[in-house]
Each structure stands twice: as C-alpha cells, then as structure tokens.
C-alpha cells in the first residue's frame, strides 16, 4: 500500500478547509439572498434568532469538519474579539438602529400585502400603532410552527385597496329579477328601418253623416271611410329628420255619391354645426279636394277640382350669445286641376295656378332660456302661371309683411311659439284692391299634468280669387284640442276650432265654426277600437253658402 507523502496531506488538508469554508459561508449568504429576492417575504431579527436557535439544538449528523487556521490580522483590532462577536451577533441591528430610523419601537414584521398595509395605516391615522417585537412577550417557537418553507406572496392586485361598495353586491339571477313595468304598455313600439324608426297606424270605419260634403246642398249618406298614417324619425346622433305622411279615402256605401281622396307628406331636416349654427329644411306635397266652402265659386259642378300644393324651405340660424339670427327662404306652388261639370264638360283652373316666393329674416333676443322675444320682417312676390286671368286681370303682387312674437321653451311642460302682425298684397293691376290684414300664428303644445296634453294653433292666410274686380280674402284658422290618458288604455280628446274669412273688396264675411269629441280604447298594444262625434256649422253673408254637418265614425285602429 502505498503511503500519502507529507506534501500531499497537506495538500489535501488545505482543501477540505476550503470546501467547508465555501459551505458555511454559502448557508449563511442563502437566507440573505432569498430576503433580497423576496421569495421568503420579510425577515424579522426574532424569526433569525429562532432559527439560529433551532440550528443549535438539533444534533448535527455530519462528522466534524477540521478547523480552519484562524486567520490573525497585522494590525490589532481590525476584527471583533470573541467577547464582542458575542454581544453583537452577526444578524443583529446596529447600537444605533433605534436613532437611525427616528423611532422608538423596534422593528416588528412589515405587511406583506396592500391590505395589511392599509390597515396599518388607518391604524396610525385613528391613532392607534401595532405593538412591536420588543413590547410584545417573546413566544418560543416549535418546530411545527416554524415556516421553513417558501412563503406566499400577494396576487398583483392585492397592492390596490378593495373597498367594499354597492358594486361589490351580489346581483339576482337575471332570471330572478323583476320585470321593469311599461310607462305606457299601449304606446306603440315602431319598426326600425336603417337609421329610422317607422310607426304606421291604419284606421277603418263607418262615417254616417248628416251632410255628405258639407254643402249647403248636402244629403245624408253612409261613406267607408280609410285612413292610414305613417310617421319615421331619426336616431342620429348629432342631426335629426322626421317624415309624416297621412292618406284618406271616403267612399259611399248609401246615400249621396261621394268618392274622394287626400292625403301629403311633409318631411324637415335639422343639421347642427359648430359654433350653434343649424341648417333646416323642409320639403312637402299636399293634395285634396278644394272645399265646398271655398271663396271661389263654381256653378254647377259635378266633382270639386283637386288642389295640388308643393312647398319647401330651406334657413339657416345662429345663435351669437343671446342673440338669435335666422333666415328663411320659401316657394309655395298651388296648381288646381280642371272641375268636372254636371253636363259632363270640364272647367280649366289654371288661371288660379301661382307660385309664392318669400324670404324671412327673424332677430330674437333671449331673455331667458324659457322665453325669447322676437321680431320677424317678410318679402315675397306670389306669380301666376297666367299674366291675365279669364277676366283680364293681372293678379301677380307683391308681399310684405311684419310680426313679433315670442318663443317658448319649458321642456315637456310648456313649449312653442305665438307671434301677431300685418301682411299686404299689392297687385300688379292698379284695378284690384291691396289685400291688408292683420295676422295671428300659434303653435302651442302645454302639459298641465301627466297624460294630458292641450294645443294651440292658429295661421293666416291670403286667399285669391277668380271673380272679376275681387281682390280676395284673409282667412283666419284657429283650433284648440285637449288629449286627456284615462287609463293606460283608454284615451279621450276634445277639440274645437273655428274659422273668419273677410273678402278685400266687400264687406261680407263667413264664420265656421266645429266641435269634435273621440274615444279611443285600446285592446293591445296594436289594436284599438275608436268612435268620434263632429258637428260643423258655416254661416256666410253671400247667398246659398250656409251649411250644417253632423257625423258619427266608428271604426278599428291598427298601430305598430
């Protein structure tokens, strides 16, 4: 067996010293690396010391490694004495810990997490502080509960605060929840369309009147009566449009001959700029049977000439701080067609065809965001097809006009404008009287209470007329109606209206007056049965012109 040399023991002597050197210090730097890296969480001086402890009294299985020489420094002092390592331990703090954190507590265990931390701090702010390691009675540690283990950090949004509000609550099942009741369950839902939503109705029913077409002629009879409306609005964001359209026809089942048909579409177009600028445009078209109360008087006619009228408009308004400006432009186009006589003949009407152009510029000053005076001037030229009528007559003229008013604004309450002033008509021909009036427009929409709804309205307008020597007349309209929700399905209205008419070049006049009731009640949400009782009477100062209508409808409503 061959012997180890001295040189070689030596050698191998000196490297055990260093192997057990590179294991103590690799136990003892460990710990400190795992607290640098937050895996074992914060480290008190008391969980060290009881692990330090620990150590101490487990008995160690590994034989006894040979003692290193103890390295002797040069100069005296340089390292702590054995007494001294004694009194300061190596995982101890410093003397002067307490003055170099400014506080008189030692150092307890910090949170781990956002809400230990907060609670710590409404702790300190409610004056009250977590008593420290030095204050509390050291526990000895067992081994059970001594955590050797890693130790579990925080979620990442354990570093926010949760507070506990009304979000925090647990919700119903949606299956659970109650059903939100309809305000109103008869109102019709609409059918979307694009951008638009549509709601028709169509209604159905009998008419029987006691004077089919209000003449002063007029028998009784039996008429079908059809009526459908179509009304669509937008949902845009910025803008808005809207189109309403009726049509009605009447025809008899018994009694005088009547057929008739009428109906329109009148559709406006808001755009909103910058800096309260708004564009607005209207477009619509109208045609119906000229009335037998008309100014205009045709002998002996079979059926009543149809009146066609096509209108637009186009403004434009702005607003520069309580000042509102607005200008408007306009063209009304009337045409007529031909009277169809009792001998079988027709009558032209085109000599009453005209066209009237106007423009309007209004000025309003708001005095507050309910009420804004204004004032409005107008200029218009109105033109026949026809330079000379039948009667060699020139009836193209010129139009002036002024009126002041106010608008309002209260939300649903109370909304709309009144406005008074004078018009003027001047002919072209110097043998025709200026046709010069006062006028009166309303439009007027007020709620005094809920599911109730009261309107005004009122226009003027300048009628012409075929008659030799005859100027023409002003018409004055005026009609109240109140809409009153009795129920969720029963729905009630009254209105009345009356009507002046005042010839230029005479001193004769007509007055009409009219009273409606209805009744409307609802089955469902999209059908409903409606009745209507009317009675119209018109009293004129020319002859054979007096006439009285009573009539009664009942029909079914059809909405969606």
């Known amino acids: ?13 000196a490297l055990r010293v260093l192997l057990a050197t590179a294991s103590v210090a690799t136990l003892l730097c460990a710990p ?15 969980d060290l010391n009881n692990t330090l402890l620990l150590h101490k009294r487990r008995p160690t299985a590994e034989p006894e490694q040979a003692q290193a020489p103890t390295y002797q420094p040069v100069s005296p002092g340089a390292i702590p004495t054995q007494a001294d390592a004694e009194a300061t331990d190596l995982f101890s703090e410093p003397p002067n810990a307490e003055n170099a954190t400014g506080s008189s507590s030692s150092s307890a265990r910090p949170p781990t997490t956002a809400r230990q ?14 008593p420290s390691a030095a204050e509390t009675p050291a526990t000895p540690v067992t081994d059970e509960e001594l955590t050797t283990g890693t130790v579990r950090q925080g979620t990442v949004d354990s570093e926010t605060e949760i507070e506990n509000g009304p979000e925090s609550e647990r919700q119903r099942a949606i299956e659970g929840r109650r059903p939100q009741p309809d305000a109103d369950p008869f109102e019709p839902t609409g059918i979307r369309f694009g951008t638009f939503v549509l709601k028709p109705s169509l209604e159905q029913g009998i008419t029987a009147t006691s004077n089919a077409d209000s003449s002063s002629g007029g028998k009784s009879a039996v008429l079908s009566e059809t009526t459908l409306r179509l009304n669509a609005a937008s949902d845009w964001e910025n803008h808005s449009a809207t189109i309403d359209a009726y049509g009605n026809y009447r025809k008899s089942i018994s009694g005088q001959e009547v057929k008739d048909l009428s109906g329109g579409i009148d559709g406006r177009l808001q755009l909103d700029f910058a800096d309260d600028l708004r564009a607005l ?49 306009e063209v009304v186009d009337e045409s007529y067609s031909d009277a169809e006589l009792t001998d079988g003949t027709t009558l032209s009407q085109k000599d009453r065809d005209s066209r009237l152009y106007t423009g309007k510029v209004r000025v309003g000053y708001e005095v507050s965001p309910a009420f804004t005076p204004f004032g409005e001037v107008e200029f218009g030229r109105r033109v026949y097809d026809l330079r000379f009528d039948t009667a060699g ?51 007027l929409k007020w709620s005094p209470m ?31 109606s109140v809409e009153r929700q009795i129920r969720s399905n029963l729905t009630a209205f009254l209105a009345g209206g009356v009507g002046y008419r005042d010839y230029a070049s005479s001193n004769d006049h007509e007055l009409r007056l009219s009273a409606e009731a209805g009744l409307t009640w609802w089955l469902n949400r999209y059908a409903g049965l409606t009745g209507k009782l009317r009675h119209e009477t018109f009293d004129s100062t020319l002859s054979n012109r007096d006439a009285k209508t009573n009539s009664v409808f009942v029909g079914l409503k059809i909405q969606r």
């Open 117 to 130: 931390r907060a609670r710590e701090l409404r702790a300190r702010q409610a004056g009250t502080t977590t």
């Open 32 to 46: 400190l690396h795992a607290q640098e890296i937050g895996l074992r969480g914060p480290v008190g001086e008391d």
């Open 1 to 13: 067996m061959a012997q180890i040399r001295p040189e070689h023991r030596k050698r191998n002597t």
């Open 281 to 329: 445009a209207r477009l619509g078209y109208s045609m119906r049977p000229e009335s037998t109360s008309s100014p205009v008087v045709i002998s002996g006619t079979a059926e009543r000439p149809t009146l066609h009228t096509l209108s637009g408009a186009l403004g434009v308004e702005k607003d520069v701080g309580k000042l509102r400006f607005g200008i408007t432009g």
């Open 450 to 480: 809920r599911g109730t709804i009261v309107g005004l309205t009122g226009e003027t307008l300048v009628e012409g007329s075929t008659t030799a020597g005859d100027s023409g007349s002003v018409l004055y309209n005026g009609r109240l």
């Open 393 to 443: 007559f020139e009836r193209s003229s010129k139009r002036t006009g002024a009126r002041a008013g106010v608008e309002i604004d209260l939300g649903e309450k109370f909304g709309g404008e009144i406005s008074a002033g004078w018009i003027s008509e001047d002919f072209d021909d110097d043998r025709l009287k200026t046709v010069s009036a006062a006028t009166i427009a309303a439009d």
